[in-house]
């Protein structure tokens, strides 16, 4: 089993909002381990979009993403990249 965390600055100029979100949970969908994002010590399913989008992730707000499972490292890195690199 691997674990892997790092704190994260949400670069998309909306945030989180409805269709990055849907696109990250259709990403993290992709592998069998567990994905957790963390704003202000709340932790919620990262595969669940009504969970990601009660968390209000804006523009520049720093979450904590956190992967579990056999392949976490594949999922953290695409996962990571695409927190960083939205630009919708």
Do not use: C, Q, W
């Not at 674990?3 to 849907?22: C, M, Q, S, W, Y």
């Not at 919620?44 to 720093?62: F, P, R």
Request: hydrophobic content about 45%.
């Amino acid at each position: 089993m691997h674990f892997l965390e790092k704190d994260i600055i949400v670069t998309n100029v909306h945030g989180l909002h409805v269709r990055p979100a849907a696109e990250f949970v259709r990403l993290a969908s992709k592998y069998d381990s567990s994905v957790l994002l963390v704003k202000d010590n709340e932790a919620v399913d990262g595969k669940s979009i009504i969970a990601i989008l009660s968390l209000g992730i804006n523009n520049g707000t720093t979450i904590k993403l956190v992967v579990e499972g056999e392949d976490a490292e594949i999922a953290f890195e695409v996962l990571k990249k695409f927190l960083e690199d939205v630009s919708e």
